[in-house]
């Protein structure tokens, strides 16, 4: 099989190589100060944080007449002040596209990552959402996946608040297995380093056929494999395809279909069939109307998984007010179906005003929605959620650019359990930044940021933090040929 892809490879690329080609060799380097006042986002006994990153890069770009090819390498060295360790991430990238024949192209990518990490003491074994407060993502992102399957990929913006009022009873009704691997993450025993790597290929046609009139098709291949994280060691494949139809200059149509399968080493697979479709009407030129519709399906090999399926559907007005002022609206619902937990549904609703200035630009946008869930007493309240946000950016000068952004989110949530119990967050975040770009290659960034959150959940504290972003960065090319 390697050798097979090794030589699909060569066949693909040497053509290109041996063409009349511009060469372009680059080098960059960036160093940061990340600092943090509130680390673990506690109301008494703050700790604050401090992390130096250098990300040295070194890219090889090859242009011809009909094709690129890009070779990038990018460690990260990371330095934590607070608890002493040294972290590092390797990352290769290879990029390849080649213009085919007048209507068809090929890109072929590959990206892989090899991630060196110090274990840390995460706190007294046992106490696990204090433990689980205190790791990293990338052990979050394991642990959720281990005992909250149903989340798919987790999102702590929206997820951390419930994994952490739940974490405790997933622990103790999981099963052994389950258990010792959550364990191990968040208690190991051995002190050292947790070692692993990803690594993804991605092989995909495109074919356009007509004006507005696009098929593309390809395949991609994930894999992690484990050095000593504790980390599951899955492949995934990943075959998929869209197309895209413009029927005249009001109508047309887009449809992407995607098969996941995850095979995992040591524990169960699983699979999942996502699908999209969305029409597009151009009422004037001015005036989009469009009708989107999403299903999901998602299969656990685990006879005691929750396999489930989603439905989203939903109906946006894009309109421009002159060629400065742009307006995007959505309104939608969505249906979730499990085998084994009660079904959820939801409505949302979001709308964005933006504007382009002479030398900037600013919007506004205001979302919300609710969702419920079917339990012994029909269907009751399961979560409820507003957002507001606003943001400006502007050119200073020919050099110095402004930024400013703010957020306000409210969240209510439900439990599912008889007493009902509600909890509300509300969120605020406030930033600003400030970029210098000098002598063509520098550049330097500083970046504030305030944040308050307050709680009635249990889990959580109420807390405030200030955080500071500084970088600076230094990019030129090396040779020309």
Known sequence: MKKIYLGCLVFLVLPALAAARQNVLNGSLSVSEDYDSNRYETEKD???YLQTTVTPSLSLLSSGIHDSVELTYAPEFIYDHDRDTNDIIHDVTFNFDRQLSSGWSMSLNNSFSYLDFDKVDLGTPGDIVSQFIRADNYVQDEVVRILFPELGEYDPQTDYTYVLSELEERQNVASPDEQARVNSLLAPDDPGRRRHYTNE???????EFGPERVFSFGYSLETLKDKSAGMAEYTTHNPHFSLGYAFNQQWSFDFTYEFNWWDYDLVEDESSHDT???LNFNLTPHDLLYWSYNFSYTDYDDAAADDFNSQNSGIGWEHDFGSQVHLTTY????????DIAGDERGYEANGRLTRELQRGSCYFGIEGGFDEFSGSRGWDDLREYYTL????????SEDISFDAQFVYERNISWTRAIEHTETTDNDYDAGMGLTYAFR???????????????????VRDDYNDHQVFLQFSVARDILHW
Do not use: I, P
């Not at 290929?201 to 074919?207: N, R």
């Open 46 to 48: 703050q700790v604050d």
């Open 201 to 207: 290929v991605s092989l995909d046609f495109t074919w």
């Open 276 to 278: 999209e479709f969305r």
């Open 331 to 338: 309104l939608g619902g969505s249906y979730e179906h499990r």
């Open 389 to 396: 946000d606003a943001g400006f950016n502007y050119e200073l």
């Open 440 to 458: 063509h290659w520098y550049s330097v960034s500083l970046r504030y940021a305030y944040h308050v959150f307050n709680t009635d959940a249990s």
